[in-house]
Structure formats: C-alpha cells, structure tokens
C-alpha cells in the first residue's frame, strides 16, 4: 500500500476546506432523510394528507437520490482526511453499516410499503425513521471517539 500523507489533502490544508465540506455533507444528508420522513410521516397518518405516499416518492425521489449521491461524495471527502483514523472507530463503522440497511431498507420495503400501504405501513415507517435517525446519531459520536 502506498504510503498516505494526510497533510496533502487540501481538506486538511485549507482553513476552510474541511468546515464546508462538513457543511454539504450535512446539508446532502437533512435533503435525503427528509424527503424519506416525508414520505414515513404520511404512512404514519401525520404528514401530507392532499398526496398519497406513491405519488410522494414519485415526486421526492430524484431529491433523495441527489441527496444520498451527495452525501456519499462529500463524506468521501471527509473520510480521505484521515482514513485510518475512521476505519478504527466504531460509531463510524456502525455509521456505514447502518447507512447500507437505510439504503436497502429505503428501496426495497419502504418503497414497497409506499407504493402499496397495508396494516404494516405505520410499522414500516417507524423502522425506516430510527434507522436513519442512526447514522445521525452515529456521525456525531464518532466525533468523540
């Protein structure tokens, strides 16, 4: 393996490299999860009541799609900063675990559920809310460890 030197990586170089990619990769992450909690709101009952949840992810698909793409990227960029130091740590090894189920999760039963609404509806939506609530929750403490 080629020996790595994070001080070549502008996010570590530049003062304001590191903060703003934060920033996109927060920002990619609230548009995706919220147009899923869209979407799990009107499975609960609690959310759009003028829209089905089929045509909800119709029309939020492409957002959550750009969202997560971005997301992705940016992290990416943050975990080149200093990928031994992440590759350790276990909130952010629960993070990208947990991001993986959201992502089946979100495109085969949800979409499912969405689609055609049953008696597991509000059961799936709940799932799919504590699951993205995890890599959240995981992100900010994989600051501290």
């Known amino acids: ?32 999860i919220g147009c899923i909690t869209l ?21 939020t698909d492409v957002w959550v799609v750009l969202g997560l793409f971005l997301a992705i990227a940016t992290g990416l960029m943050i975990f080149s900063t200093d990928p031994e130091h992440f590759l ?22 949800h979409r499912s559920v969405a689609f055609h609404p049953n008696a597991f509806a509000p059961v799936a939506a709940v799932i799919s809310i504590l699951v993205w609530i995890s890599p959240i929750a995981a992100g900010i403490f994989s600051a501290f460890v």
């Open 1 to 32: 393996m080629l020996a790595y030197d994070p001080s070549t990586n502008p996010l570590n170089s530049n003062e304001w490299a590191y903060p703003l990619t934060e920033c996109f990769h927060v920002a990619a992450m609230a548009l995706s």
């Open 39 to 59: 979407v799990d709101l009107t499975l609960l009952g609690v959310g759009l009541k003028s829209t089905t949840p089929k045509q909800l992810i119709r029309d």
């Open 88 to 109: 350790e740590n276990g909130p952010f090894q629960f993070k990208m675990a947990i991001l993986l189920v959201g992502i089946l999760y979100n495109y085969t039963v």
